[in-house]
């Protein structure tokens, strides 16, 4: 099992330290033309999980490349994976054909942000362009506010995919006192721990879907939610949120798991794998 940052929760270069505790670092998702996201307020916390409307803010792809990428690769001497958007299948392919093995060791591509406008193309039809651009391991990174997750990660395995990243966040909002939007996009992405009975179900239903490795995300906090998300079939696990008030989650995290694993009486956390599935024999209407 990898422990990896989730993609736009850790600037690496700025705190290389923390991501240096991880297996391997995720970047934030770059598209082809710079952006400057969304104008603020662009982050609230609400009572239960954080909301934010970056809108994929990012130095585009062509200074990524040039300059973000290198640096990355030279500053961490990790695993670097390259979280890829935009507005177009031939987007997304574009800049999967411009990343290469020596510097990147996989490719996610984020089919779900909720600030920004989706491609015209279904998830499958990205993947099977990105296919054909790169042999480079591809993780497509889905929302979990679909209702048949299972027969959407079909499709992506069906299209050539490598891996599924699951999850992105779920649009939310919050008011202030009067009465108005926080955001100034009145809607954002909504992440932490209240995401978590989310995830795990996402992941649920996609492991009964498909043999993908699958890394697991949304609301992990401590060693113990590690666990429960590889016993429902993540293969790796993906902290975000929780980086932003801890950055020693990474070593907290992994002493946290081994007493979880104590606890369990399991000795490695791959025992755990799809443990939570053992006690459940049909699950059709979910699966
Ligand atoms: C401030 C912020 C920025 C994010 N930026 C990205 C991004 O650029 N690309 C992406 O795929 N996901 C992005 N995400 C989503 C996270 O990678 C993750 O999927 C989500 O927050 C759920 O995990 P968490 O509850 O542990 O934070 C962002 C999340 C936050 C909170």
């Not at 990790?78 to 020596?102: I, K, Q, R, T």
């Not at 997750?149 to 069906?158: D, F, G, L, T």
Request: charged fraction near 20%; glycine fraction near 8%; proline fraction near 6%.
């Amino acid at each position: 099992m990898l422990l990896l940052n989730a993609s736009g929760c850790l600037d690496a270069l700025a705190a290389p330290g923390v991501a240096r505790r991880l297996d391997a670092f995720v970047t934030k998702t770059v598209t082809p033309e710079p952006r400057q996201g969304n104008q603020p307020v662009r982050i609230a916390e609400t009572d239960s999980g954080m909301l934010n409307a970056i809108g994929l803010a990012n130095p585009g792809r062509e200074r990524f490349l040039s300059q973000i990428l290198p640096d990355l690769v030279a500053t961490l001497e990790l695993p670097v994976w390259v979280s890829v958007g935009g507005f177009s299948a031939h987007d997304y392919a574009e800049s999967c054909a411009a990343l290469h093995g020596d510097d990147v060791a996989a490719i996610e591509l984020n089919l779900s942000c909720p600030n920004v406008d989706e491609a015209a193309e279904s998830a499958a039809d990205i993947v099977t362009a990105c296919r054909a651009a790169t042999p480079l391991p591809l993780y497509a990174k889905l929302s979990p506010a679909t209702w048949d997750m299972s027969e959407v990660a079909r499709a992506i395995e069906a299209a050539g995919a490598d891996g599924l990243s699951l999850v992105n966040t779920m649009r939310g909002a919050a008011l202030d006192r009067d009465l108005r939007p926080i955001l100034a996009t009145a809607t954002g992405g909504y992440s932490g721990p209240s995401l978590k009975p989310v995830a795990l179900a996402a992941i649920f239903a996609c492991r009964r879907a498909t043999d993908l490795p699958i890394v697991g995300m949304g609301g992990v906090q401590s060693g113990r939610d590690v666990l429960e998300f590889v016993a429902c079939g993540a293969t790796h696990v993906a902290l975000g949120t929780t980086l932003f008030a801890d950055p020693d989650a990474p070593q907290r995290v992994r002493a946290e798991l081994r007493t979880a694993l104590d606890e369990a009486g399991l000795e490695r956390v791959e025992d755990a794998f799809c443990l939570a599935h053992e006690s459940v024999a049909v699950l059709d209407n979910h699966a």
